[in-house]
T-cell receptor, first 116, second 111 residues
Framework: GEQVEQRPPHLSVREGDSAVIICTYT??????FFWYKQEPGAGLQLLMK?????EINEGQGFTVLLNKKDKQLSLNLTAAHPGDSAVYFC???????????????FGSGTQLTVMP | NSKVIQTPRYLVKGQGQKAKMRCIPE?????VFWYQQNKNNEFKFLIN????????QIDMTEKRFSAECPSNSPCSLEIQSSEAGDSALYLC?????????FGAGTRLSVL
């Protein structure tokens, strides 16, 4: 089955610096790719969803790059600020299945700390 | 922002006690998922269902866990006899357009 490796597990940057988190997946049939942010004591906040046909997406203060050739997904926070401190998870899913077997496979998470 | 509502936020139970948590999915999202997130940030899929029907569940949930989504009532996940290893954050999510939207979770502590 699908396996998702996420790195680094911990990342500390200064305010204003960039922060890059990378996920590598194994199943070439994976179709939907997600980044979630989890603040302390909170659930998962969806940052961005990308499809297999999309390579670069820009959000508010971050960029997501999908490299299908290398089966890699990355999140780049371009100018991090302390409010970005959280745990970030990538997640991968297959194309929609009419049965109940559709699921998200999560990476192991990256604890990002942004220091003032 | 997600509109999935989970209650309670925190739940403390003794071993062997029942633990019940509730989830109101986003309106119009017919498929609901339950995940368990442990202290190592590992996610374990527990069960999902569409409207009132279970679509898929793992072996663990077949024995001690049950979930339901009655019409016009919150969905629920219940652990019949809590064990210390059940201590975790339980996340409910509803699905729309192949995207999961998560609630804030219920943190269960089994003493």
């Amino acid at each position: 089955g699908e396996q998702v490796e996420q790195r680094p597990p911990h990342l500390s940057v200064r305010e204003g610096d960039s922060a890059v988190i990378i996920c590598t997946y194994t199943d070439p049939n994976s179709y939907y790719f997600f980044w979630y942010k989890q603040e302390p004591g909170a659930g998962l906040q969806l940052l961005m969803k990308v499809f297999s046909s999309t390579e670069i997406n820009e959000g508010q203060g971050f960029t997501v790059l999908l490299n299908k050739k290398d089966k890699q997904l990355s999140l780049n926070l371009t100018a991090a600020h302390p409010g970005d401190s959280a745990v970030y998870f990538c997640a991968v899913s297959p194309p929609y299945a009419s049965s109940g077997s559709w699921q998200l496979i999560f990476g192991s998470g990256t604890q990002l700390t942004v220091m003032p | 922002n997600s509109k999935v509502i989970q209650t309670p936020r925190y739940l403390v139970k003794g071993q062997g006690q029942k633990a019940k948590m509730r989830c109101i999915p986003e309106k119009g999202h017919p498929v609901v998922f339950w995940y368990q997130q442990n202290k190592n940030n590992e996610f374990k899929f527990l069960i999902n269902f569409q409207n009132q029907e279970v679509l898929q569940q793992i072996d663990m949930t077949e024995k001690r866990f049950s979930a339901e989504c009655p019409s016009n009532s919150p969905c629920s996940l219940e652990i019949q006899s809590s064990e210390a290893g059940d201590s975790a954050l339980y996340l409910c999510a509803s699905r729309s357009q192949n995207t999961l939207y998560f609630g804030a979770g219920t943190r269960l502590s089994v003493l």
